[in-house]
């Protein structure tokens, strides 16, 4: 059984940047998983930020970038907001048309 | 502008059935691959079924494999999910998600709420 692994939470000061990551219980991810970044706040929807690791959504300010560092992926949020306090979810591509969602991060920006 | 409308959510006892529907617009429906997503109350995402644009190709998580079944209608530009033998762990916000290349979610519903409790 795969597991996708995220800091369950994070603090941010307002103005400053984070990295959250998402990694796999075995192995490394990279590009070849295609991994996406999701952003949510409480009741509402799923909001598409990075997909193919690096690729901003449409309308996805440039201070959300993704990329692979070391053996994870990566969400950078530059020049941290109060309204970027929400859950962020990763998903890697598992092949055959399967995913897998890890387990959310929860950021506070404070 | 792409929307997803999901309904058919609701109230239903241990065993019973259910049949979610989503209504896709704004794009092509026939030209894209959908998915079924779920979130559990106060829970993370979890991934529930897949079906090709033409229908032919179909996976399902493991812990909805031979109980949920997926379908479209392009016709209707609309997404199915069929629910029988329903568990109190399937309680949960259904989204459904247009799949951009084979891999990640461009656009997603409100989501419908199904609750399984006697």
């Known amino acids: 059984q795969t597991v996708v692994t995220q800091e369950p939470s994070f603090s941010v000061s307002p103005g400053g940047t984070v990295t959250l990551t998402c990694g796999l219980s075995?192995?490394?991810?990279?590009?070849?998983?295609?991994p996406s970044w999701y952003q949510q706040t409480p009741g509402q929807a799923p909001r598409t930020l990075i997909y193919s690791t690096n690729t901003r959504s449409s309308g996805v300010p440039d201070r959300f970038s993704g990329s692979i560092l070391g053996n994870k992926a990566a969400l950078t949020i530059t020049g941290a907001q109060a309204d970027d306090e929400s859950d962020y979810y990763c998903v890697l591509y598992m092949g055959s048309g399967t995913v897998v969602f890890g387990g959310g991060t929860k950021l506070t920006v404070l | 502008q792409v929307q997803l409308v999901e309904s058919g959510g609701g109230l239903v006892k241990p065993g019973g059935s259910l049949r979610l529907s989503c209504a896709a617009s704004g794009f092509t429906f026939s030209d894209y691959y959908m998915s079924w997503i779920r979130q559990a109350p106060g829970k993370g995402l979890e991934w529930v079924s897949y079906i090709s644009s033409s229908g032919s190709t179909i996976y399902y998580a493991d812990s909805v494999k031979g109980r949920f079944t997926i379908s479209r209608d392009n016709a209707k530009n609309s997404l199915y999910l069929q629910m029988n033998s329903l568990r109190a762990e399937d309680t949960a916000v259904y989204y459904c998600a247009r799949v951009g290349g084979s891999s990640w979610y461009s656009h997603w519903g409100q989501g419908t709420l199904v609750t399984v409790s006697s």
């Open positions: 075995s192995g490394s991810v990279s590009t070849s998983y295609y």
